[in-house]
């Protein structure tokens, strides 16, 4: 287990849309998770669930871990009790669902681009990070550039495990070639950043203390099979 680097792995729930493959994979899950998406509302929000649950079962299984229980950390993060040596995160946006699994601690994100009112900019955004923005002047490239910089705080601020509780603004990104810069005062750790480019409509985004990422892995929920 003390190999591994940043494993990362998406799936699709489009798979889902079969009724009985998900009544089949349902019955995989937990009790908890079960009532968890027995609560959700809309159908979609139900597939997205059950393929998180699903895919981060068959990530743990394939490095060695079939027995687990997740518990909730003071701050809200999920980890894996009695486990120290695995550290995990989930994702999902619309149709795909991302798990991340480490040897340190990590957090990933995962968004579908879509039309986005460059307004809210000022609310997540840093006076940097905005003026990064106005530098492109098609609305494609401002999404991409936008969309980056969400996933990446996202993955951050799950990666330390405060979530919302770090206002967005108050550190913030920067690029020098393929490399990803943080400003941030957090904590004194140093943290390491990846992201996926699958030309699938989507962005992902991962943040880890530990350097080495693995290759994302395209996973077949209902084959358990990993395609890449």
């Known amino acids: 287990m003390n190999q591994i680097g940043t494993k990362v792995y998406i799936a699709s729930t489009m798979e889902l849309e079969d009724d009985a493959l998900f009544k089949s994979l349902y019955q995989t899950v937990s009790e908890e998770r079960q009532k968890k998406i027995d609560r ?3 159908q979609k929000d139900k597939r997205l669930s059950l393929a ?8 743990l299984e394939w490095n060695g871990i079939y027995q687990y229980e997740i518990k909730i950390s003071e701050n809200g993060k999920p980890y894996l009790e009695g486990i120290d040596v695995l550290k995990f995160n989930l994702s999902h946006s619309e149709e795909r669902v991302m798990c991340v699994l480490s040897t340190e601690e990590a ?46 705080k996202e993955s951050f601020i799950k990666a330390n495990g405060l979530g919302m509780r770090i206002p967005m603004k ?3 990104f920067s690029f020098e070639g393929d490399k990803i810069l943080i400003q941030q005062n957090v904590n004194q750790e140093q943290y ?15 943040c880890s203390l530990n350097p080495k990422f693995d290759e994302i892995v395209k996973v077949r ?6 395609i890449s």
Do not use: H, P, S
Request: proline share 0%; charged share 40%.
């Open 107 to 152: 957090g990933c994100d995962v968004e579908y681009i879509k039309k986005t009112d460059f307004k809210i900019a000022e609310y997540f955004l840093t006076e940097e990070e905005r003026a990064m923005l106005d530098t492109w002047k098609t609305e494609e490239e401002k999404q991409d550039l936008f969309y980056r910089l969400w996933t990446l």
């Open 52 to 59: 998180a649950a699903v895919l981060l079962q068959k990530a």
């Open 40 to 42: 959700l509302r809309f």
């Open 170 to 172: 108050e550190f913030r």
């Open 221 to 226: 929920l209902g084959k358990n099979e990993r």
């Open 192 to 206: 390491y950043f990846k992201e996926y480019d699958l030309k699938d409509g989507y962005k992902y985004a991962v």
